[in-house]
């Protein structure tokens, strides 16, 4: 497909018969649309990662991420004590995934200090 492809089907919307009307347009694809606010100024452009509309168009480490992030909030508000082997079994995970995710902030001590003081 081309740019010129894209172009034409946001301009289909007839935005300028209605320019009292704020006007979607939803385009799910891999492709740069860095272009259009050359061709459209004045458009507001917003590119969303498709996790962030359905988790489940994530890659695998994204979905157990929002496992995890789930399993967190689900034992801190219902007051339970958050541990790795409670996060693996409500996310259904093995432990040593989530000893793995939390390597990102430095490990599960580390992280265990930036949770707790945030719950109490």
């Not at 799910?28 to 507001?44: H, M, N, Q, S, T």
């Not at 339970?80 to 693996?88: E, R």
């Amino acid at each position: 497909m081309t740019r010129t492809f894209y172009f034409r089907q946001i301009v289909r919307l007839r935005a300028h018969r209605r320019s009292n009307v704020e006007l979607t347009f939803y385009f799910c694809a891999d492709y740069d649309l860095g272009f259009l606010d050359r061709e459209l100024p004045g458009v507001k452009l917003e590119s969303v990662d498709a996790f962030q509309l359905c988790p489940e168009a994530g890659n695998a480490s994204e979905q157990t991420g929002h496992a995890i992030v789930n399993a967190l909030t689900q034992l801190w508000q219902s007051k339970q004590k958050i541990t790795q082997p409670a996060i693996a079994n409500i996310a259904e995970i093995s432990q040593a995934w989530v000893s793995r995710f939390t390597q990102r902030w430095g490990g599960w001590q580390q992280c265990e200090k930036i949770i707790t003081p945030a719950i109490r």
